[in-house]
């Protein structure tokens, strides 16, 4: 596959950006507002929560620094995957059998809770199941790949082994192995994302940009947040989904920040049939990821950098759009692409490869939620349901395995 760059190549603008049925209404925040939560944040967390939370009855006030849907949830590829970045099989080393299990199953769930929400909301967002492959490279060969299919199947998970031969027979890949796995989907996270809020703003809850959130403090019952300008929110509680811009209160032992690039590339041939229906990964450093858009086009990405901000830096994406382009081609020979759109993004990952969910340190009702690496947007389905399980007084059964304390204990680096 070559590199074909377009004269209207979109350089740092995202497939999504523009398209219809994203849009939300949002108005900037006023000098004193009061709530019962407020969720900062208006990105796939944040519209999670809020929905969580007002379909329990609840206040709910959203606010954001920016546009509503302007943080990753923007650049986001939407691979919406069980798969956690870290084997089952290592992931048991470090935190035990039986909790590692439980991580992977409640990923596994979420997945399938996300389609029932779409479903619910009637969400055009063009969610589809489809099947996960997740090709031997560098960082796994294929015999830490079987032995992962084994654990896998040992915790009830969907997981099937691909050798060298049928991977070349049934897709045209040349690898030395691959696991194939049910229960992923793909989705348009703007659309999804705006869909949510939208629904929430008709269901009463309010949306405020504009509002910087600057402090939080400790309030009589209650959390008193500080906005730029002075502004102040009062609140029963207080969820931060922020995204990468993670509160500073939590300590960053606790996970980094790195930069990623993607890529929208249209194939000269159409792609071939089967990744119309799966999602490509490998185990490689550096990786790429793959998927098919509805209109034929690729989605990649990858090139990872260990830097949260050099992803801003303009001058580097032809090079990893080139670079990625490449790493395609590496996977579907064959193929020349033309590159429609590049972009950078921020994502954090934790020292666990678990999400971060859980209290701010020293505040009883203030939430920090941070659905860390390439499962982002699963763990913001879980963050919804453990932190409105929290709030409502149910505590949900694996909040444990999230906790700050989890990921302090074991680091996998
Ligand atoms: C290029 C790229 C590709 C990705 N691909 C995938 C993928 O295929 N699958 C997947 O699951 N995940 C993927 N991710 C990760 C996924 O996009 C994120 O996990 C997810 O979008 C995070 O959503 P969020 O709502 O937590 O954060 P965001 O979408 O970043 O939203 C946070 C919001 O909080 C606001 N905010 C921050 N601080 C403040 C403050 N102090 N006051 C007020 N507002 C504030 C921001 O303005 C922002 O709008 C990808 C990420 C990138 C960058």
Sequence with gaps: MTWSPRRRLRRGETVWAGDSGTTVPSRPLPSTVVADVVVVGAGISGALVARALRLSGRDVVIVDRRRPVAGSTLASTALLQYELDVPLYRLARQIGWSRAKRAWQRSA??????????????????????????????????????YEVESRQRAGLSAHYLDGRTLREHYGIERTGAILSAGAAVAHPVRLTAGLLRRSIRAGARLFHDADIVDVQRARDGVMLVASEGRVLV?????????????????????????????????????????????????????????????????????????????????????????????????????SVQVTHAWGGAFGESTSGLPLIDRLPGHSRAWVVAGFGGNGITFSVVAAQVVSAAINGTPDPDAALFRIGTHLRSPLT
């Design 109 to 146: 769930r979420a997945v399938a809770d996300l389609g029932d929400i779409v479903r619910a909301d009637h969400l055009r967002c063009q969610f589809t199941s489809c099947e996960s492959l997740y090709l031997a490279g560098s960082r796994y060969g294929r015999r830490a790949l079987q």
């Design 235 to 335: 609140a029963n509680h207080v969820v931060f989904c922020s995204g990468y811009e993670v509160p500073t209160i939590v300590p960053r032992s606790t996970h980094h920040i790195l930069s990623t690039w993607a890529i929208a590339a249209r194939p000269t041939r159409p792609v071939p049939a089967w990744l119309r229906h799966t999602i490509v990964w490998e185990a490689a450093t550096p990786y790429l990821y793959l998927r098919a858009l509805p209109d034929g086009r690729l989605l990649a990405g990858g090139r990872d950098e260990r830097s949260g901000s050099a992803h801003t830096d303009r001058r580097r994406l032809p090079r990893k759009a080139r670079l990625l382009a490449r790493d395609v081609g590496a996977i579907l020979p064959d193929r």
